[in-house]
């Protein structure tokens, strides 16, 4: 998996790409390559998996998935918890992130699992995907990851 962090994120990069990480663990990361990118806003985390390589894509020659997130450039607590539900999924379960920590993995393990979705020809189902991003939160939380001092 090869990971692209701009400098113009201005935290931790070894943080980001242990959240990031864990966000794809349990689902296979080869081929896969995953863009951060950054936005000016506070809260918003927004994330795309391409069954495809998108045209133009500056990817490397064996990436076979692309996942792009956005997010703060400079990401703070303001606004959290943040709580969500999939938009026009009646199915979908609400999910909680207590801290943009959190809510990159939850955004991470969800285009995670598009990817497995992707690779093994399985339903591009929203609801699946964001029951995977649950269940990676309450490894994550069990873990004691959670990091409030930021
Ligand atoms: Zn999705």
């Known amino acids: 998996m090869r990971l692209l962090i701009p400098d113009a994120i201005r935290v931790d990069h070894d943080e980001l790409t242990t959240l990031v990480l864990e966000g794809f663990h349990g689902v296979g990361k080869r081929g896969v390559e995953l863009h951060l990118s950054a936005h000016r806003g506070r809260v918003i985390f927004h994330g795309r998996a391409w069954p495809e390589i998108p045209p133009g894509a500056a990817v490397a020659p064996e990436t076979r998935y692309l996942v792009q997130i956005s997010m703060p450039k400079a990401p703070s607590q303001n606004g959290f918890p943040f709580e969500w539900r999939y938009p026009r999924r009646k199915t ?26 992707f690779r093994f020809g399985m339903r591009r189902s929203e609801v699946t995907a964001e029951r995977w991003a649950a269940k990676a939160l309450e490894r994550f939380r069990s873990r004691g990851l959670i990091q409030m001092d930021r």
């Open 92 to 117: 979908a379960p609400w999910l909680v992130a207590h801290t943009w920590q959190e809510r990159l993995l939850a955004v991470a393990a969800h285009e995670a699992y598009h990817v497995k979705q």
